[in-house]
């Protein structure tokens, strides 16, 4: 399984911008699809924004135009940057990877944005 190690989490006012990012073990290109997840306090796990080995992304309507995914393939390397922040999206960010049947997780990175 690959490992993946978030970073970049922390307090971001209203209004704010934060730029998360994720690291994984073993080549992003191979990966067939890559996501970001959150999960809020009391409340399932939901998607963000996924991308696949192409580069084709994809994120839920409710999530479109705030959240962008992007990824550096020499880095190995995919990114979630956070636009125009709201006190809702206080959460755990995590990153997951599908491959071959099976689903990797990040550690999570916790995201608090201040009203």
């Known amino acids: 399984q690959v490992q993946l190690v978030e970073s970049g989490g922390g307090l971001v006012q209203a209004g704010g911008s934060l730029k998360l990012s994720c690291s994984a073990s073993a080549p992003i290109s191979d990966i067939p699809i890559m996501g970001w997840y959150r999960q809020r306090s009391g409340e399932q796990r939901i998607l963000v924004a996924r991308?696949?080995?192409?580069?084709?992304?994809y994120s839920p309507s409710s999530m479109e135009g705030r959240f962008t995914m992007t990824r550096d393939i020499t880095k190995n390397t995919v990114y979630l940057q956070m636009d125009s922040l709201k006190s809702e999206d206080t959460a755990v960010y995590y990153c997951e990877a599908e491959q071959r049947g099976s689903i990797s997780w990040g550690q999570g990175t916790q995201v608090t944005v201040s009203s």
């Open positions: 991308m696949n080995k192409s580069g084709i992304r």
